[in-house]
């Protein structure tokens, strides 16, 4: 039976909070983190956090099993302001909200106001500037330059992939809607950051509308509605990601992790391209095994270049950005029901939020436009 559309809402949200919680306690690690925990080198399932805690990190110096990171606080805000809004967010109002959390950190999170303003602290320059503001933080510096400055890193980064990872789910089945609208809303891109942000939002669309992984990916990697192509080449992930694909095929779990952590050792451990092609690898590999997908994307080493590792990269990002796509394809159903508990028990033992009830609030408000759109339609 296929998963229905509330289904693989479920299935992305908490498929993308597994796979934050799953890389988190190894995230930037030393290479030999997993193995002397586990006594094995291949990360396979969720652990308890005990390290120092950091505004971008876990929040407690001791975390239960299943409990994410900035990723999944991202990912409940988004939803919160999406249902709040009755649609998605634009570029000003996510701008906003940001701004909201850094200003007013105790009405998000009280338990932990003082860590998330410190987490949101790197979003007041690029959200003064997206809303025509000064930054007392940049005296001096006019809102057209903080508009541009992004998160103070000014090459292509996740941001986008980390804040708005939901955004496609609320457009099941227009892909060229999802791509415009997550384009327009990360206002704080840098080149073709904006464009992964894009194609991630219109894959899970294209999921949503139950497109098999192999045509989901051919379809998603031909879209343009925003000719972003020009006279000099195409757009970078659209022209980069194709040949990469077509040689990981047929590679599956440790080969298929091995294979992309030396293919993508160049690119910085916060690159667009590196998440969003470990994401299409792992679904185009194991379309119908989560935890295997997950695992992949989890087993990441920042390689030197001669092929050492060098530590473990962004992996609690990889793992959640591709649990974002493959839940939305698998449903979820696919998802293992104590992993489930886990990662929501964890999660609002430390942050204090529901996903249960944000992910209810959010698939009704997704089904609810879906229905009415159908009545609408002759």
Partial sequence: MKPTLQSRIRGSVLAQAWGDALGAPFEFAPPDAVEKRTGKKWLARLHSFTGKKGPHGMWVSEAPAGTG???????????????ELGRMPRDREVARRLLDVYERPGDFFPSNA????????????????????ESPRYPGVPPAVLA?????????????????????????????????????????????????????????????ADMSPPVLVDTVLALDPLCLGGYFGDTFIRQKLPPLLARAAGKKAEQL?????????????????????????????????????LQVAANQGDLDGEGHWSRYADIDCYAGITGALVGACCGDNALPTDVVGQVVAGNKAVYGFDLEETIARFAHLVVSKQRKEERQCP
């Avoid at 990171?69 to 249902?83: H, I, K, Q, S």
């Avoid at 003082?114 to 503001?133: D, N």
Wanted: net charge negative; with cysteine.
């Fill in 114 to 133: 003082k860590l998330a303003r410190e987490q949101f602290e790197l979003w007041e320059g690029v959200s003064r500037g997206c809303l025509g503001e």
């Fill in 257 to 293: 992790a091995e294979f992309l952590a030396w293919e993508l050792r160049h690119f910085s451990v916060f690159d667009p391209f590196r998440a969003l092609a470990i994401a299409f690898a792992a679904l185009l590999s194991h379309p119908d095994d989560p935890s295997l997908a």
């Fill in 148 to 208: 541009t400055r992004s998160i103070g890193i000014n090459y292509p980064t996740l941001a986008g992939l980390l804040v708005l990872p939901s955004a496609g789910l609320l457009f099941p089945g227009d892909l060229a809607r999802a791509y415009r609208a997550a384009y327009e809303a990360d206002f704080f891109a840098v080149g073709y950051a904006r464009e992964a942000t894009a194609l991630l939002a219109a894959a899970q669309g294209a999921a949503l």
């Fill in 69 to 83: 990171t900035d990723d999944v606080r991202y990912n409940y805000l988004f939803m919160e302001l999406a249902v």
